[in-house]
């Protein structure tokens, strides 16, 4: 279906975008998908109706779309939330989103912003409009971490964030303790939100199809645990912990703390056994471990 200024604008049931419309588009502005920013896009309608049920997104969300691509989720959102703001780092991409939303969903048009710019580098103050109450994204594989944690930090406004990710990726994110998949994603996450995975997503459903399967995770803001110590501290803690994470902690804390036997003292002042790893602490644990972080002495 034409999204060309002079088409009719298609129904409400129509606007969302079809495999043919997203090839369109591609051959319209010359875009061909590139790996180094991990460009699939998402060309079933079905998929995107499933994401929006499954962010929970409600008709008084502002909602901060990261990636979106040629479309596809930002209309199915559009279609339900207050608001909407895409971050996009490709120009073109940028340059012609708003032309396709208008195209599609006129009526909702002066509902959409979009910002050209790197999401890793945003701040609240650049996103017009309220703060954001919910993220929504089909994140690059390749930056999916990162992106996901620096909105976590940087919009305190964020309740609700569904991001279809890497399937890998979204099994470290949900992981708990005591298992293999549990790492550093997994612990700055639960800082933030209660983590879980929210489903599966076939490779036919992009174009190009990838080369791995796709899951959602789905992340509920909570309060962080309850310590003395500030956030980065604690991140520095968990960091060194998985560093080498088929150490000891005493060992793979020695760094942190100075020497294993001070990090065995601030292990044991936390009530932490220095003879388990990494992977065998909650977010909680690491907390009051960053509370006994030897200080310098001073001179």
């Known amino acids: 279906m034409s999204t060309s200024p002079g088409a009719s604008a298609p129904s409400a049931e129509d606007a969302l975008l079809g495999p043919a419309d997203i090839r369109e588009l591609a051959s319209a502005l010359g875009v061909r998908p590139t790996k180094q920013r991990g ?27 990261v990636g979106p691509g040629l479309g596809s989720l930002t209309l199915g959102l559009l279609q339900v939330a207050d608001r909407v703001t895409a ?48 993220l929504v994204a089909n ?12 909105m976590l930090e940087r919009f ?10 890497q399937s890998e990726v979204a099994d470290r994110l949900a992981a708990k303790p005591g298992g293999k998949l549990y790492g550093v994603p997994s612990v700055k996450a639960a800082w933030y939100a209660e983590v879980k995975r929210a489903g ?17 995770v789905s992340l509920v803001r909570r309060d962080p645990p309850s310590t003395t110590a500030a956030r980065r501290d604690v991140f520095a803690a968990v960091d060194a912990a998985f560093a080498q ?14 020497s294993p036997q001070a990090a065995e003292e601030a292990l044991a002042a936390a009530g932490i056994d220095h003879r388990l790893r990494g992977e065998a602490l909650t977010v909680e644990q690491f907390a009051a471990l960053a509370e006994h972080r030897p200080r310098p002495a001073q001179v």
Do not use: C
């Open 39 to 65: 460009q699939n896009f998402v060309i079933d309608a079905n998929t995107v109706r499933r994401i929006v049920r499954a962010a929970d997104v409600r008709p008084e969300d502002v909602v901060v779309e």
């Open 87 to 134: 971050i996009e780092i490709d120009e073109i991409l940028a340059r012609h989103l708003p032309t396709t939303v208008a195209a599609r969903l006129p009526e909702r048009a002066d509902r959409f912003a979009l910002l050209h710019q790197d999401a890793l580098t945003v701040t609240p103050e650049d996103l017009p409009g309220p703060p954001p109450t919910a």
């Open 139 to 150: 994140l690059p594989y390749n930056v999916a971490v990162p992106v996901l944690l620096h």
């Open 156 to 165: 305190p406004s964020l309740e609700r964030v569904l991001v279809m990710v």
């Open 200 to 216: 599966a997503i076939g490779r036919n459903v992009f174009w190009p199809a990838p080369n791995v399967d796709s899951g959602l």
């Open 245 to 258: 994470r088929r150490k000891t902690l005493r060992a793979a804390l020695a760094g942190w703390a100075g």
